[in-house]
């Protein structure tokens, strides 16, 4: 029998080729399309999953509380965890790890740059690592010893052995390589290359032995049996006893690994909320909602062709087949046809894998040898082919066998109802999935077109290392006489990334309850230029900062909380027991949240050894000959190190990698939905052509146009694609305004987006219904007639 199943559903399969073809042809484009998400979901999900003890890892969190609002931060005090590991009790292990920009490698004549940490032994045991050379007892134990993993080796020195080199780290000291640890998987939230001893980096920063200064990493591991809430209760206000000052304001808390990649995302009264789990949830229903668009599809094509199959049920039946058997008949070639669809879907991943990791920015791949993926693949062809062909299946098998042979019609009522709401659900799920990529891509049009305060286009930044800032002002003099640079600026970091910040500035009628969180930037006479930002009170540093050693320059949200009302430059402010004279007040920018208004913020006398060089080159210069200018000057000033550079418009559209995320996924997923979508339509356009062949044939004789033929058989579909329409727009505004409530600076929804997508899901519509319809209604009258 079940080989005479297998004979029955190929037979059909040839017969029917076309409508075969678009039936497993769409399915497995949902599969795929599905599939791939799905592995994107599961990279996400599985982040930190390797390590084996990431139950009892934790990280530190600093929360501080400023005017009632409370921020949380990932830095900490340096005696923070050798302090906590010593007294509280239940800690295992504890490492501070400090962030740090890339250091330049040097081994002979190669220079190249790599990123690590500095790091306490207990890092080591924290993550579990793998050494696959070296002594993990002996690999930490001086200040000049370095761990690189097995990637970084084979970079460095090809397939020679690493262990017992020694290598010069930023032309300044020469560090032993004393291990080399396998590489941690892509999906770990904090990769290395290097990592050394955390003595090395202190030795450099006095800040790091203090407890008023926080900016280090601090990771915990428990000990199994360890009371989580005891742990964090001690912890709490641990640091501000240890400080001995109430003014320290900073409060710990651990936050376990599990959550580290798709939480660690906190409201202003310091609660937990979603990270970046919203968007594995948005991409799961998108996934979802896309593999459901295709069983609809395949469900429709099935059911539309089911009478054509009526006399076979009847002959069947007639013949003694019973109701389970024909059940079973259809439910299996359903199956087959789903299993079909996914052994062409593995096709089409493979093939497309390499573009989709472009896409998500990913190194993802297909392993049909895991039991997890087999299992899933599995699974949807037996949902898909069972929700796929039960209604064909049902319905089929109760079709009344003696009206069948007699070549009656059966009542569509039903199957014609089902058909209707399975089209209007079909594709009032598409046309939400372009309703929202519009808006998304509106929004994220609309943030970068804001006002910034300041002009990103043109603008070069290369971080200052080595000894570039003992001859800065010839690197300044060499670049401007290029002809093709207008500023040159300093900073400590980009203006688009201010990560420093104070509690501590006073000043004249301040409240001395009020505790206001200040951002401050190192600059010098410059940057302000170079970044075309406007002075509205008072004067910029002077040049080489002469007599502004203890001047500042704030922006107009600082200016307003000293002095609401009339000028502000020439008043002080304190900081860090230091009266500094506010100079100039600077137009307020936008920087860190590309959503948020601007904070308060001081420029203080850029006076450090690195940072950042913010090179503004001339509008219309030919930018890849001033680059090559650029390359030569800073690497004739500063040899030994590889030149790198970014343009701050790079920097700007990073911010929005989350949303761009977003609308790339929703975009090509909502253009898979209507070719799925379309590809049924055409299918049931064909059928419904075909089954009203006899009926156009009439109406020509009668003398019915080709114009109103097509427009009869059109109809149908447009009073669907209205329906769909109907529906999907209260829906789709719902979810859009619930996602832009997220951003303070947002985009206003326009009524003209979804009248847009309505309006072209119609126009799609019609085209791929029109195209059958033009055939029927340009058939020969007597060739549909001549049977009767």
Not at 270 to 285: A, H
Not at 620 to 627: E, H, I, Q, S
């Amino acid at each position: 029998m079940i080989k005479n199943y297998f004979k029955t559903t190929f037979r059909n399969l040839w017969k029917t080729r076309g409508y075969s073809f678009l039936n497993i042809f769409g399915l497995a484009v949902g599969i795929t399309a599905a599939s791939l998400i799905f592995l994107w979901v599961e990279d996400e999900m599985s982040y930190n999953a390797h390590f084996p003890d990431k139950e009892n890892t934790y990280i530190s969190k600093s929360k501080q509380i400023y005017e009632g609002v409370s921020y949380v931060f990932d830095a900490n005090s340096g005696p923070l965890a050798p302090a906590v590991k010593a007294e509280i009790p239940g800690i295992q292990y504890a490492a501070r790890a400090a962030n740090t920009t890339p250091y330049v490698f040097t081994i002979g004549d190669n220079n190249m740059y790599q990123n690590g940490r500095f790091v306490d032994p207990d890092f080591m045991d924290i993550f579990s690592l793998e050494f696959v050379a070296g002594n993990r007892a002996t690999a930490m134990t001086d200040v000049h010893n370095m761990i690189v993993t097995q990637a970084t080796a084979e970079r460095i020195f090809g397939k020679e052995p690493a262990l017992g080199r020694t290598v010069r780290v930023n032309n300044s000291e020469n560090y032993v390589i004393t291990g080399v640890v396998k590489d941690l998987p892509k999906n770990s939230t904090y990769p290395f290359d290097w990592l050394i001893p955390f003595e090395a980096y202190e030795s450099w920063n006095n800040w790091t032995t203090t407890w008023n200064n926080i900016g280090l990493l601090t990771f915990f591991q428990l000990e199994p049996t360890a009371d989580l809430n005891e742990v964090n209760r001690k912890l709490y206000d641990f640091a501000i006893i240890k400080s001995g000052s109430d003014k320290l304001g900073t409060y710990n808390f651990l936050y376990p690994m599990e959550r580290w990649r798709l939480y660690n995302s906190f409201d202003q009264n310091g609660n937990e909320q979603e990270g970046r789990i919203k968007y594995v949830k948005l991409f799961s229903i998108i996934a979802w909602v896309v593999l459901l668009i295709a069983c609809i599809n395949f469900m429709n094509l099935t059911t539309a062709r089911s009478e054509k199959r009526a006399k076979e049920v009847g002959m069947r039946k007639v013949v003694g087949a019973t109701k389970k058997s024909l059940i079973g008949q259809f439910l299996g070639e359903s199956i087959i046809l789903a299993t079909l669809s996914a052994l062409l879907a593995i096709g089409l991943a493979y093939f497309s894998i390499g573009a989709f990791n472009n896409l998500v920015e990913k190194e993802l791949t297909i392993e049909l040898v895991d039991p997890m993926h087999l299992a899933f693949l599995i699974g949807i062809v037996l949902i898909c082919g069972l929700i796929s062909g039960s209604y064909p299946a049902f319905y089929l098998s109760s079709f009344n066998p003696i009206t069948t042979l007699k070549g009656a019609k059966q009542k569509a009522g039903a199957a014609g109802f089902i058909r209707r709401g399975l089209v209007v659900l079909q594709y009032g799920a598409s046309i939400i999935l372009i309703i929202c990529t519009a808006i998304i891509f509106q929004q994220i049009q609309h943030v970068k077109g804001r006002d910034m305060g300041f002009d990103r286009s043109q603008v070069l930044t290369t971080q200052l290392r080595g000894d570039m800032h003992k001859h800065i002002d010839v690197i300044k003099n060499q670049l401007m006489a290029t002809g093709n640079i207008e500023h040159v600026g300093l900073s400590n970091t980009t203006v688009l990334n201010i990560g420093n910040n104070t509690s501590g500035t006073d000043w004249a009628g301040k409240d001395p309850n009020s505790q206001v969180l200040v951002g401050f930037l190192l600059a010098d006479a410059d940057f302000i230029p170079a970044m075309d930002m406007k002075l509205i009170e008072g004067r910029n540093f002077r040049q080489g900062l002469l007599g502004d050693s203890t001047s500042v320059i704030i922006n107009e949200t600082f200016a307003k909380l000293i002095k609401p009302d009339g000028a502000v430059t020439g008043q002080t402010m304190e900081w860090n027991d230091i009266h500094y004279t506010i100079i100039g007040v600077v137009n307020d920018f936008v920087y860190n949240d590309m959503y948020a208004p601007s904070e308060p913020l001081f420029f203080h006398p850029f006076g450090s050894s690195s940072g950042v060089i913010n090179i503004k080159t001339k509008a219309g210069v030919d930018l890849a000959k001033t680059v090559a200018q650029i390359e030569q000057i800073i690497k004739a000033n500063n040899p030994g190190y590889p030149f790198e550079y970014d343009f701050l418009d790079n920097v700007f559209n990073e911010k929005f990698k989350s949303e761009m995320l977003i609308q790339r996924l929703a975009g090509v997923f909502a253009v898979l939905s209507i070719i799925i979508s379309c590809l049924g339509l055409f299918g049931l356009a064909a059928f419904t052509a075909e089954r009203r062949t006899k009926e156009m044939g009439i109406r020509k004789v009668l003398g019915a146009s080709v114009s109103s033929l097509v427009g009869l058989l059109n109809r149908e579909f447009v009073v669907l694609v209205l329906v769909s329409c109907a529906l999907a727009f209260p829906l789709a505004w719902w979810i859009m305004s619930d996602w832009l409530g997220n951003y303070q600076y947002h985009t206003d929804l326009h009524w003209w987006v979804f009248a847009l997508a309505g309006g072209g899901a119609l126009v799609i519509a019609l085209l791929t219904v029109s195209s059958q319809a033009i055939k029927a209604a340009l058939t020969n009258p007597t060739k549909s007639l001549r049977d009767e």
